[in-house]
């Protein structure tokens, strides 16, 4: 069972940013074959997609994070992250890392809160 474990969350001033980890371990075949994604969910929405990165490396990002927010992998480390730039409230949700690979694996989340 692939395990995720993400890091980096906290509370932040509008205009910071943050720099979300995600560490996998038990890995089935190699971590180079996993698609990679974070998703965020806020009080009383739905989960959404944020970011995503291939196994070829290829990026995708929701709109309202386009320009701010960066996805990117070492694969080496078996990590995925997430730098998060200009930030703002509306942004405030818990952090979750997604694996694809044959199956989904999700990590437990890691609270992000833009507040002054």
């Known amino acids: 069972q692939v395990q995720l474990v993400e890091s980096g969350g906290g509370l932040v001033q509008p205009g910071g940013s943050l720099r979300l980890s995600c560490a996998a371990s038990?890995?089935?075949?190699?971590?180079?074959?996993?698609?990679m994604g974070w998703y965020r969910q806020a009080p009383g929405n739905e989960r959404e997609l944020v970011a995503a990165i291939s196994r070829g490396r290829s990026t995708n990002y929701a709109d309202s994070v386009k320009g701010r927010f960066t996805i990117s992998r070492d694969n080496a480390k078996n990590t995925v992250y997430l730098q998060m730039n200009s930030l703002k409230p509306e942004d405030t949700a818990v952090y979750y890392c997604n694996a694809r690979f044959e199956r989904e694996y999700w990590g437990q989340g890691t609270q992000v809160t833009v507040s002054s």
């Open positions: 038990r890995i089935v075949f190699s971590f180079n074959a996993y698609d």
